[in-house]
């Protein structure tokens, strides 16, 4: 509904023509050093357009990093992200890769949205002010053509009749739903999930999961997820990455890898997750 | 009792504070947020003339500000009429301070929120304007309020540049009269209600602002 047909047979015909198609994201040996600390080592990932990957791992491990750096909440220290085969961190000059500048950062980030754990809604605006702010101020979008498709996504995420409310009247779980229609309505490429259930009472975990199965229904869109939630990843991710210390320690379909793990680390891990 | 008959003069020297006081506002708030922002930004020269501008007005006496621009400008052929000089000297001085309290509110907004801007890919202005500023505002106005009022006091400086404020009607009429307990009771009354009027407003401003914000009073 929100992507439109040709989008979805344009991603099928492109799959179809065998892998010379980039994947929709690519980290290529990026290193992230929080002064000695290195947060993420020398890292290679890539994802195909409308993928499901599930990140897990214990803390520390770089997970979130992953997420901050495609984000560019972060920028790494070496290393070049793509997005669809175009350097996000960096853009060509004289056939050189130079770091990039804002205008290009944002250009290629577009695609990308991000839902985080601590919602970080715009606490000044309403549940709908929160959705069409960027739509009108970012997309260049009329204000009815923002509010009409704000509503379409509040109802999608169950909250249509929480529209006029600010984020502090809502719940936990309400606030995560609005914060990822915000994302969805700058239509996004490529969603990422930071922990979005984590800072949730467990009693409102359901209605977040479930609202990002919708999403993978009715959208396609490329997801990172770096979750906790095992059952969760296991039947909705295509992939799981197990991280640990700034590398990808294992990875695979998401049940072989959750139900049937190689490497010890990620068995140890498991282990310790799912008692 | 006369003071009935000394309060039209000093109503005059009190709307002459008045005015100055709200000139003086208007460029203070004008020139807290343009240094504020500027310090706050990604360019070094920018940061630099920031910081010059509140040093040198937090670091120096307004009397000697005012004195310095009344009587050193027209050396340098700069003759500024003493109501402007007034008021801009103040406006200045408090600005000085105010980018101070403006920066400080900036920065105490949650991180989180900056990261939601770009998130949803705003511009670093956008970001400022819509996101940021908003969230920062509830917290500079009790600050404000506080610098309001040393303004308002500061302003009998200008007396001494030869402007007719209400400290300069007193003092003329003490001069004239000797009725110094009556004069000088009325302009401490006088100012006091100024102050309590800027102190309502900030009130009501602050309450105004923080509507939904989920946070202020209990």
Redesign the interface.
Same mark, same amino acid.
């Given at each position: 509904m929100l992507k439109t047909i040709e989008n979805s047979a344009a991603v099928t015909q492109a799959a179809d023509q065998n892998q010379s198609t980039p994947p929709m994201v690519r980290f290529d040996k990026v290193t992230k050093r929080f002064g000695d600390l290195v947060v993420l080592n020398a890292l290679d990932l890539d994802v195909a357009p409308n993928e499901r990957v599930a990140i897990i791992g214990p803390s520390g491990s770089g997970k979130s990093t992953l997420l901050r750096l495609l984000?560019?909440?972060e920028t790494p220290n070496e290393g070049v992200i793509y997005v669809e085969g175009e350097p996000l961190n960096m853009m060509p000059r004289n056939g050189k890769l130079v770091p990039a500048d804002?205008r290009h950062i $944002?250009r290629v $980030?577009?695609r990308?949205?991000?839902v985080?754990q601590?919602f970080?809604?715009?606490?000044?605006m309403s549940a709908l002010g929160n959705v069409i702010?960027?739509p009108i101020?970012?997309l260049g979008l009329s204000r009815q053509e923002a509010v009409t498709r704000g509503e379409e996504l509040l109802e999608m995420v169950g909250l249509v009749d929480k529209r006029d409310q $600010?984020?502090?009247?809502l719940s936990g779980g309400q606030q995560q739903r609005v914060a990822i229609a $915000?994302?969805l309505a700058?239509r996004p490429d490529i969603m990422l999930f930071d922990e979005v259930t984590s800072a949730l009472d467990p009693e409102l975990v359901g209605e977040v999961l479930s609202t990002i199965r919708r999403i993978g229904e009715e959208h396609n869109i490329t997801m990172l997820i770096v979750t906790h939630e095992m059952g969760f990843a296991k039947e909705f991710a295509d992939r799981v990455c197990f991280f640990d210390e700034g590398k990808i320690c294992e990875q695979g379909p998401a049940k072989e890898l959750l139900t049937n793990p190689q490497n010890p680390r990620t068995q140890r891990f498991l282990q310790a997750v799912l008692g | 009792m006369d003071l009935l008959r000394f309060l039209p003069l000093m109503l005059e020297g009190a709307w002459v504070t008045a005015q100055i006081t709200a000139l003086a506002l208007l460029l203070a708030l004008v020139m807290g947020f343009t240094a504020a922002l500027m310090r706050l930004s990604r360019y070094r020269l920018l940061r630099g003339v920031a910081t010059v501008y509140v040093e040198v007005f937090r670091g120096t006496s307004a009397l000697v500000q005012l004195f310095w621009m009344f009587y050193v400008l027209p050396h340098f052929g700069v003759n500024i009429d003493p109501f402007m000089v007034g008021w801009v000297a103040l406006g200045l001085n408090i600005g000085a301070y105010g980018a101070e309290v403006i920066r400080g509110a900036i920065q105490a907004v949650p991180k989180g929120q900056y990261e939601a801007t770009i998130a949803v890919n705003m511009t670093r202005w956008q970001a400022m304007y819509r996101v940021i500023i908003p969230q920062a505002i509830p917290n500079m106005i009790p600050p404000w309020g506080n610098l309001s009022i040393e303004l308002l006091k500061a302003t009998s400086l200008v007396s001494l540049i030869t402007i007719a404020d209400l400290t300069f009607r007193a003092r003329q009429l003490n001069d004239r009269t000797f009725e110094t307990v009556e004069i000088f009771t009325l302009v401490l009354l006088m100012y006091l209600a100024m102050a309590l009027v800027i102190t309502a407003g900030m009130r009501l401003l602050e309450h105004y602002t923080s509507r939904g914000l989920g946070r202020g009073g209990i």
């Open positions: 984000m560019t909440l804002e $944002r $980030r577009q990308i949205g991000m985080f601590h970080h809604l715009f606490p000044h702010e960027a101020h970012v $600010r984020p502090s009247q $915000r994302s700058m | -």
